[in-house]
């Protein structure tokens, strides 16, 4: 999703879409990750070029962002005051905004990149009872609390979100699915390449 | 000396003592310690050649049926970029070791040569450098000069009210200042040992014919100190391609790519090793054959002054000059520790880093967090540590065993067991943990990501070390003392143990400390070789450049920086002043 520094951005000019970033506006402001670092970027690399053709980050590249490698780094910069606005996580982001720093994140109106972790079982393993209870309580609303400490968003209705995030049905999501990403993710990061240089 | 003869004494008692019974007799020559030979040569078969040897073969294997192909090469070089990034790597070792030798030499001669003050203050300093790494040195000058949040940068905006700082520490130059600012001790360790053997009497002969004391040093000491200075340059453009942190955190983000940061993405996800096996050789291929010319020319004897008895050697008189000097070591001082410090040690104490030197921004939370709440932190740290003490004992016993060989002659083609020894000093670390990768990764060891495969990678990544103090220490025993304990019955390794290596335990405690300071904070093999458990300091420091917290990071660099103080404070008090800024530290 798309977060800012509050004390350089004001609330009602910050982005509220991933179009807004292209605003040039934002020149030398936007910090992002490298998808080929963190799966986060490349999930979103994937979801935008799905979305809105390579050209979004033609257009993204007139603005020069500030490229780190983990999607985390934005806090970084955003923190820092070196960039301004970015395409991060909502989590790493609320967590630092937490401990007093002066960040916040907007949902973006042409939908969040939804990035399910998902849990599975070893085949033969030693242990599948064991296995499916922990399985059983990632479903309870325990697991989601546990998550919203560390500003998850919480996948049990009666669990309150973490400050400053939004309930998942309140959100417009995009969600691409596995086979696209395991084919899309590759092919995105030579993409990147060729447009930013690195 | 009095200590040594103390010690010497002890053991000769001590070997009298416990020899005195006779021993049983050797069957037709053979010597028990014969084991420990052939087990040394086994080891460092596993720890040098079967890594290397992996590595060449690896290069040419295609994935998972291991079949000969060329592919792996045809993929590493079929891209623009990828060649790109190799000669990025050769611009940025040039620029770096130029610059640095632009710091160091400067340094050097007036700390070695001259009257300027401060000489042991200098040399602290330089001490200082040495023991930041890279990585810490990398994160302290993104605090200082990001374009826009960068400290200089914005006390240069809050002088002069210009719109934006002339800094930016994401750029090609950037990367060079930084690596140069952290490397250039190694050409002011080569310069300043060559220039303390330059005879005053040489430029005494110079100053009688007229020449002054600038002239002198250009035509005389400078030109002598050349074959040293340009081997500290070769050592610093080698440092400077093989490194890896400090490009990934700042030519990422200036959108270029060198040898390294390539490498580590050929390493990601889907790895490839083979290609990555491949792009190392230009690596491995340019740092041998450096090395061989860096040997050449410092070995050469051309220079009869630099080895031949000691003149007299006065330090040269610059008048008002000293301070001008004094002001530039100040100066590079300035910028490899102070600075950095000052802002490393703001951002560890601080709530938000940006926030400044405020008292409601003062904290000692960040400590507290990667000591107690962090989940690995703390364990990296010990981590960190025992991996390092467990190779550098490894080490020492090891290069102790193969010097001792080596010097009294023992076996066959001894010689080329040194030859191993001092091997990986070619091998750049990244180059190292691949072929350790190539060759321990799979089955039937399946050593990846274990402390074990940490332990040996480390270890031999400072064999040379090790093994450069080891054979410099047993060179200076006779032998006669050992022949004594074999007269009276005793085993080679009797002697080994009980005379060879307490006359040398002080050597042998440095070796040690000059294999685990460096083993610590080693990073460039370590990143391709950790686990989820064996994640060690290094490392974690490095995540944590990525994971938008320099409080943390700042904090746990701090940590590790105070943890090496104890240990140079022994080597100094049982090797002198300068132990870790000798010749053979390097």
Not at chain 1, 6 to 22: C, F, G, I, R, Y
Not at chain 2, 454 to 461: G, H, K, P, S, Y
């Amino acid at each position: 999703m798309l977060s800012y520094n509050t004390s350089k951005v004001k609330a009602e000019e910050a982005p509220k879409s991933w179009k807004d970033l292209l605003d040039p506006k934002w020149k030398g402001k936007v910090s992002t990750g490298h998808p080929a670092f963190s799966g986060y970027v490349g999930t979103w690399v994937y979801s935008m070029k799905k979305q809105f053709g390579w050209k979004y980050f033609e257009q993204l590249e007139k603005n020069k962002p500030q490229i780190g490698r983990s999607i985390n780094d934005t806090v970084t910069a955003l923190n820092a005051g070196e960039r301004q606005v970015a395409a991060g996580a909502d989590g790493s982001t609320l967590f630092s905004a937490a401990r007093g720093n002066p960040l916040a994140v907007n949902y973006p109106t042409d939908g969040s990149i939804l990035i399910v972790a998902p849990s599975a079982i070893v085949k033969g393993t030693k242990h599948p009872n064991a296995a499916k209870l922990f399985m059983e309580f990632l479903m309870t609303p325990e697991a989601s609390e546990v998550n919203v400490k560390h500003f998850g968003i919480p996948i049990r209705p009666e669990v309150q979100g973490a400050k400053g995030t939004q309930p998942i049905d309140k959100i417009k999501v995009f969600r691409p699915t596995i086979a696209e990403l395991d084919k899309g993710i590759p092919e995105a990061i030579e993409d990147w390449r060729d447009t930013f240089g690195n | 000396m009095q200590g040594v003869r103390r010690d010497r004494g002890a053991a000769l008692t001590a070997i009298a003592q416990s020899a005195a019974p006779a021993r049983p007799s050797r069957i037709g020559g053979w010597d028990s310690s014969w084991i420990l030979w052939i087990l040394i040569i086994a080891v460092l078969l596993f720890l040098v050649v079967s890594p290397f040897v992996h590595l060449v073969l690896t290069s040419f294997q295609a994935e998972k049926t291991g079949e000969f192909t060329l592919k792996n090469y045809a993929a590493a070089y079929g891209r623009a970029r990828y060649v790109e990034a190799l000669f990025n790597s050769l611009k940025l070792g040039a620029g770096a070791a130029l610059l640095a030798g632009a710091l160091a030499v400067p340094l050097a001669w007036g700390v070695s040569r001259t009257n300027m003050p401060g000489r042991g203050f200098v040399r602290m300093l330089v001490l200082a450098t040495f023991i930041t790494p890279p990585y810490t040195g990398a994160v302290a000058w993104i605090l200082l000069a990001g374009p826009n949040a960068g400290w200089l940068n914005r006390i240069y905006v809050m002088l002069t009210g210009a719109e934006a700082g002339p800094f930016n520490i994401y750029s090609f130059p950037g990367l060079v200042v930084v690596i140069a600012l952290y490397s250039f001790p190694y050409i002011f360790i080569f310069t300043s040992a060559a220039l303390e053997l330059v005879s005053s009497e040489m430029e005494d002969a110079a100053n009688i014919l007229g020449a002054g004391a600038w002239r002198t040093m250009r035509k005389i000491t400078l030109p002598l100190a050349l074959p040293a200075i340009l081997g500290g340059l070769i050592i610093c453009f080698l440092e400077a391609i093989a490194l890896f942190a400090s490009p990934a955190m700042i030519a990422i983000p200036a959108r270029f790519n060198v040898v390294t940061t390539q490498l580590f993405q050929f390493f990601g996800n889907p790895s490839r090793v083979e290609v990555a096996a491949a792009y190392a050789m230009p690596l491995l291929g340019v740092t041998v054959l450096l090395v061989l010319v860096q040997r050449l020319i410092t070995r050469r004897k051309g220079f009869a002054t630099l080895t031949g008895k000691g003149g007299e050697r006065r330090p040269i008189d610059l008048g008002g000059w000293r301070w001008a000097i004094f002001g530039y070591a100040m100066l590079v001082a300035a910028l490899s520790v102070f600075l950095p410090y000052i802002f490393l040690v703001q951002a560890a104490f601080a709530k938000a880093w940006g926030r400044g030197f405020a008292l409601d921004n003062f904290s000692f939370q960040n400590f507290h967090f990667v000591l107690f709440e962090h989940a690995t932190a703390a364990k990296s740290v010990w981590n960190a540590f025992l991996f390092g003490g467990a190779a550098a004992t490894l080490g020492v016993i090891i290069t102790l065993g193969v010097a001792y060989i080596v010097a009294r002659k023992l076996v066959p083609f001894a010689g080329f067991l040194g030859f191993l020894c001092v091997a990986p000093f070619v091998i750049p670390g990244v180059v190292l943990a691949i072929g350790f990768y190539a060759a321990y990764a799979p089955p039937p060891l399946a050593l990846y990501g274990t402390a074990t495969i940490l332990i040996l990678a480390f270890t031999t990544r400072f064999l040379p070390i090790g093994y450069v103090n080891a054979s410099a220490a047993i060179r200076s025993i006779n032998p006669e003392m050992e022949e004594a304990v074999r007269v009276l019955g005793g085993s080679r390794l009797t002697a080994l143990r009980r005379v060879v290596a307490p006359l040398l335990k002080r050597n042998l405690l440095g070796a040690w400390l000059l294999i685990f300071i460096p083993a610590t904070r080693e990073l460039s093999s370590a990143i391709f070789l950790y686990g989820p458990n064996t994640k060690v300091v290094s490392v974690m420091i490095f995540d944590m450049s990525e994971e938008g917290n320099f409080e943390y990071l700042a904090a746990l660099a701090l940590l590790l920086q105070m943890l090496t103080l104890p240990m140079l404070y022994i080597g100094q008090r049982a090797l002198g002043r300068d132990f870790m800024l000798r010749r053979n530290a390097t």
